[in-house]
């Protein structure tokens, strides 16, 4: 899966942790999981 983010300079990087960990779990995924097989989250 390919998701591109964008996000202005003013927005908390949490924000931007809770955006992704959001869109994982509407995947089926959890954060822990993909950390745990090396995907890169840049």
Same mark, same amino acid.
Do not use: Q
């Given at each position: 899966?390919?998701?591109?983010?964008t996000a &202005?300079?003013?927005?908390?990087?949490?924000?931007?942790?809770?955006?992704?960990? %959001?869109v994982l779990?509407?995947? &089926?995924?959890?954060?822990?999981?993909?950390?745990?097989?090396?995907?890169?989250? %840049?």
């Amino acid at each position: 899966m390919a998701l591109g983010l964008t996000a &202005g300079a003013s927005t908390p990087n949490n924000k931007i942790g809770e955006t992704i960990e %959001r869109v994982l779990r509407t995947r &089926g995924l959890d954060l822990a999981e993909v950390e745990a097989v090396g995907v890169a989250i %840049r």
